[in-house]
């Protein structure tokens, strides 16, 4: 029996989560459809303890039914066909991949939407900077974030952030007086992780394990509106992916089709469909969605679907210390280094955003337990090796600078049938390659982080080779005013169907130097008003 509302939202991460709190508590009747399962976080935190590698998946079981790609193995899950490998990932499961996010809340500064205006490189954003502004403000509120009003990051504020700063760390203070009268400045991050407790939420109490999971759910992910969402009356259908999208001869998208773990297939006919999914998965459906009426998928018209696939290429160096600065306590990053993300050199050198890890060396080597694990193998034991441990441990430190993304069309994921997939889509096949811009703004980030070692003091240092993936997947389905050049108009609206919204970090025309969590949430309510309006043009049945 086929299954009814007015709005069907497809994914359950953040911005399917806060369009359905929008439209629920409008009166619209919601369903949420969602390719994985619920999450057990006790069960999530003891898979967490006991795993190694404790990588950003390795708290979420791996399903036949919804795969997701592991940081350990991308190659597994994407068929990799660029000179580059692109390595981000992702989770399938209700509150998507806000249960691993870090849970950094920073705003797009207002040279980002103007990238081609001002830099002569890539294009604008339809809309702009003071376009947004008011919808960060709600998001911020939403999410309930933390952050020092004193503070400029480079994007102007029309309201106050909701709590306070999440405390900086004693690392990060040894960092500050290290930089203080320098050109690095460092700055506390605003987070969406609670400062104080809130709304039946517990203040961050500094379990060091945000990546992959918050123990007591003091760092905000997607689950908190599905509850809300639940509450005002949507309906959230889990372990049943969307595989098909189908539409009317006037071009209005009329059912989707979606398959459960047991075989079973089911339809859902809706007056509107948004589909929120990440930045791979959008692209996937909407490919795979091929008709007669749509050979080329379901708003495909311009061709651009599944193109200008970008990240944040992470440069990582980590160093040891000459002086304990204790890591591996408190929320995994609070504090960063905002300034090089303002350039009037972005036409030839891209933005750089700094990231202060308090986790040590967890990610470039698997520490501690990599370093009591090679001590041991050294032959230590006992108190000699307590006292090793403690006296290299507490002196870890790394930096990751997030480099700037160009758009580029051969940046792209396309469909491989010869992989099918028991939800009934097909692979992904990547073709992607860092340009000469964004490789730059890595060897760029290396000498810039050497020159901070110099002044914090360190023995040795090391860089990655090669470029760390952010997890930060997007540019799929772009959004922009001219139909032949762009997926979604500035609304979020498909161009080719007056009934189909796309919403989420696929439809961002350039991606600036910000995690962009909350650039994502900010349009997804926004988005809100331009769906009601599309349901109250739309036919009922």
Not at 8 to 26: N, P, Q, Y
Not at 96 to 115: E, K, N, Q, S, Y
Not at 443 to 457: D, I, P
């Amino acid at each position: 029996m086929d299954i009814r509302a007015d709005v069907l939202i497809i994914g359950s991460g953040v911005a399917g989560a806060l369009l359905a709190c929008e439209l629920a508590g409008k009166g619209a009747s919601v369903v949420i459809m969602e390719a994985g399962p619920r999450v057990d976080r006790a069960e999530a935190v003891r898979r967490f303890h006991t795993a190694y590698p404790k990588t950003p998946e390795s708290a979420y079981p791996q399903s036949s039914f919804t795969p997701h790609p592991k940081t350990e193995s991308p190659h597994g899950f994407y068929a990799q066909k660029g000179s580059d490998a692109f390595n981000s990932t992702y989770l399938r499961q209700v509150g998507g991949t806000t249960w691993h996010w870090l849970g950094t809340a920073v705003r797009l500064i207002p040279d980002d939407f103007r990238m081609k205006s001002l830099f002569g490189l890539a294009t604008d954003w339809p809309l702009s900077y003071d376009d947004l502004e008011p919808w960060y403000c709600r998001a911020e509120a939403e999410l309930e974030v933390s952050g020092d009003d004193a503070q400029d990051l480079g994007s102007p504020r029309s309201a106050a952030y909701p709590l306070p700063s999440v405390p900086q760390s004693f690392l990060d203070r040894r960092w500050e007086e290290a930089l203080r009268g320098s050109r690095f400045e460092l700055r506390p991050t605003p987070q969406a992780r609670l400062s104080k407790a809130s709304s039946g939420r517990p203040s961050c109490h500094g379990s060091a394990s945000c990546i992959p999971v918050c123990p007591i759910q003091a760092k905000y992910d997607a689950t908190i509106h599905i509850a809300r969402a639940e509450a005002l009356g949507a309906r959230l259908l889990t372990e049943a992916c969307a595989n098909f999208i189908g539409s009317h001869e006037d071009g209005r998208v009329a059912a989707v089709r979606f398959r459960r773990p047991d075989g079973s297939e089911g339809r859902v006919e809706s007056r509107v469909v948004a589909v929120a999914a990440n930045a791979m998965e959008t692209p996937r459906l909407l490919l795979a969605s091929r008709s007669s009426g749509s050979p080329e998928g379901v708003a495909n018209r311009s061709g651009l679907v599944g193109c200008n696939l970008m990240d944040h290429p992470i440069q990582l160096s980590w160093a040891l210390a000459h002086e304990p600065v204790w890591p591996y306590r408190g929320p995994g990053a609070t504090s960063g280094i905002e300034t090089f993300r303002r350039s009037a050199r972005r036409a030839t050198d891209s933005a750089l955003r700094f990231e202060i890890g308090n986790e040590g060396w967890s990610w470039p080597t698997g520490a501690p337990e990599s370093t009591a694990r090679d001590l041991a193998m050294s032959g230590l034991s006992g108190k000699a090796l307590d006292r090793a441990l403690r006296e290299q441990t507490s002196r870890h430190i790394r930096i990751a600078a997030l480099t700037e993304q160009l758009p580029l069309a051969e940046n792209r994921m396309t469909l491989d049938w010869s992989r099918m997939e028991r939800t009934g889509l097909p692979g992904m096949e990547i073709a992607y390659r860092l340009d000469t811009y964004t490789q730059g703004a890595l060897a760029s980030a290396k000498r810039m982080h050497e020159e901070m070692f110099e002044r914090v003091g360190v023995t040795s240092f090391w860089h990655k080779d090669k470029a760390e993936a952010a997890g930060h997947i997007m540019g799929t389905a772009r959004m922009g005013d001219d139909p032949r050049r762009s997926v979604v108009d500035r609304e979020l609206r498909a161009h080719d169907h007056r009934n189909l919204f796309l919403i989420g970090a696929a439809v961002f025309p350039t991606g600036g130097t910000a995690n962009p969590t909350l650039t994502v949430a900010a349009l997804a309510i926004r988005a809100a008003g331009p769906v009601l309006a599309a349901l109250a043009e739309a036919p009922r049945p």
